[in-house]
């Protein structure tokens, strides 16, 4: 840089700071909103006293959002939230203690003007075992209320702020360990409305993240309490929209219809991970990073830090099935981190052609249609399992794991994927050889009907043994197979013993 252009600069800089220091304080009020200035101060007289009666706060279970406040006056706010620690499940067939704000994971959603009184009351039921509290991210002051908001079992705070910034705003439990009590599923979103309030659309939805540890593995059924190990390692077994498998898709997706705007309100309770925010097929029009007040145009994954959230926008102008999806993608499909926004109406094929793929996309993920699943682990507790149980649960896993590759139908994918629909190679295997093939994978030159293969089929590790049982024999009686049954005894025996050793020939 020249000296000549730095003086230059530096004469900018202080001519600006001069500017600044001019303006009067209490200014900031008459600033619309979005301004820089206006960002920057708002002095808390600036507001006004509360006006008109105190206004009770509706709250809303997600995906729902409340109504917008639709009010022009700072008034006082009443909010009441309970702590509720309950069992629910996490995933089909899997059952965990969740410690909530309101009953749901996120808690309730919260929704106030800038400039509002808010008087907060934090109850806890009586059937709790821990205690707990609340900060918010939307209030200035200790803690953001979480020493004063401390509450035992069985009894209720209250404190007041004025929620002073506008924004989107994460609120968490703040009692130790405070990891745990996140962990858990204690977070929610308030959102502070600027004074005139947020641009209209046709649909608004909640949407938080958050990461999970349970001792067992994914998806493995019964039920799972908090491995605190996991959780310090950060190796979550779970990362979920809105608290458990299936909250988003199936019947519970977000729908909207084409041509219309949807706004979706996305936190991330964490504990631990950060999210790279995506609908696949989509581009938001609009975005509030980080929750701040100037939007970003034309993005297409917003990442969303644990504990932080951001207003995503765009306009749907193709039918179909949208897929929100933390895009460190594994934790999409391979941890739950998945949800769709069905799209109904006219096809647009001057913006898109048609053809949707979605279901070999997502396999079993997109329905939450794993009831014979749970339905024969149940069983399989009870001791009361039968082949039948085993075939239909077993067809179940088989579209979400195998069917990728060896197809729906068996049939496989001539010289890419073996077919296991009447496969010789398949009868010719010894039990423990066929059992170890999901178990451990299978690469080397096979010959399958005539045709080779030489290519890897991945160890299925995510599977349980009852669901590696329950696979092999759908597969055996399926497509004219030989039938038979394998039994998760027979399973855990060959997990029990090592790895085959590679092919020969590598
Ligand atoms: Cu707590």
């Known amino acids: 840089m020249t000296r000549k252009l730095s003086l230059i600069l530096a004469a900018a800089g202080l001519m ?4 600044c220091s001019e303006k009067p304080a209490g200014d900031a009020s008459q600033v619309p909103f979005g301004s820089a200035a206006a960002a920057a101060v708002t002095p808390p007289e600036s507001f006004g006293p509360p006006q008109g009666e105190p206004i009770h706060a509706v709250l809303t279970s997600p995906p729902h959002v409340p109504p917008p406040v639709n009010r ?3 008034a006082k706010v009443i909010v009441e939230l309970e702590v509720i620690e309950k069992e629910m499940p996490i995933s089909e067939g ?11 994971v996120p808690g309730s959603f919260i929704r106030v003007r800038q400039g509002d009184t808010v008087e907060f009351h934090l109850k806890n039921a009586p059937d709790s075992k821990m205690p707990h509290n609340i900060d918010l991210h939307g209030v200035t002051g200790p803690g953001g209320g979480a020493a004063s908001s401390f509450t035992a079992p069985g009894h209720a705070s209250q404190f007041t702020f004025k929620a002073l910034n506008a924004g989107i705003y994460v609120y968490h439990c703040a009692t130790a360990p405070v990891g745990m009590h996140i962990a858990n599923g204690m977070y929610g979103l308030i959102l502070v409305e600027p004074p005139e309030g947020l641009p209209k659309v046709d649909h608004e939805y909640y949407v938080m993240q958050g990461d999970f540890y349970t001792t067992g593995k994914y998806r493995e059924k019964g039920h799972q309490p908090f491995d605190m190990d996991k959780a310090i390692d950060e190796h979550p077994t779970y990362v979920l929209f809105n608290g458990h498998e299936g909250a988003l898709t199936g019947d519970n997706a977000l729908t909207a219809k084409t041509g219309e705007t949807v706004r979706l309100f996305v936190g991330n309770g964490g504990p631990n991970l950060i999210s790279s925010f995506h609908v696949i097929g989509e581009i938001f029009d609009r975005v509030q990073q980080e929750g701040g007040t100037h939007p970003q145009s034309n993005v297409q994954t917003t990442l969303i830090p644990a504990g932080g959230a951001a207003i995503v926008e765009f306009h749907t ?11 460190s993608i594994f934790r999409a499909f391979n941890k ?9 109406g006219p096809e647009n094929k001057l913006v898109y052609s048609g053809k949707e793929v979605d279901s070999v996309y997502l396999g079993d993920r997109a329905e939450p249609n794993l009831h014979a699943v749970s339905a024969a682990a149940k069983a399989n507790a009870a001791g009361t399992l039968t082949k039948e149980d085993q075939i239909k649960a077993g067809a179940q896993l ?13 049939k496989g994918m001539t010289n890419v994927f073996p077919p296991l629909a009447k496969s010789d190679y398949l009868v010719k295997q010894d039990r423990e050889h066929l059992i170890s093939i999901p178990l451990h994978g299978l ?6 009907n005539g045709v080779d293969y030489d290519s890897v089929m991945p160890p299925m590790s995510q599977l349980n043994d009852d669901e590696v049982a329950n696979i092999l024999t759908y597969v055996l009686n399926s497509w004219d197979n030989a039938g038979g049954q394998v039994t998760k005894e027979e399973v855990a025996k060959v997990r029990a013993q090592p790895a085959p050793q590679a092919a020969p020939e590598h």
């Open 94 to 104: 899997v059952s965990y203690t969740y410690w909530t704000f309101g009953g749901t």
């Open 443 to 448: 690469h080397g030159k096979i010959t399958v």
């Open 317 to 327: 102008d193709v039918p179909g099935s949208y897929v929100l999806v933390d895009h």
């Open 398 to 410: 088989f579209t979400g794991t195998c069917s990728v590759c060896h197809q729906a139908d068996g």
């Open 336 to 344: 739950g981190a998945l949800g769709i926004l069905k799209v109904d």
């Open 16 to 19: 600006a700071l001069a500017a």
């Open 72 to 74: 022009n006056y700072p």
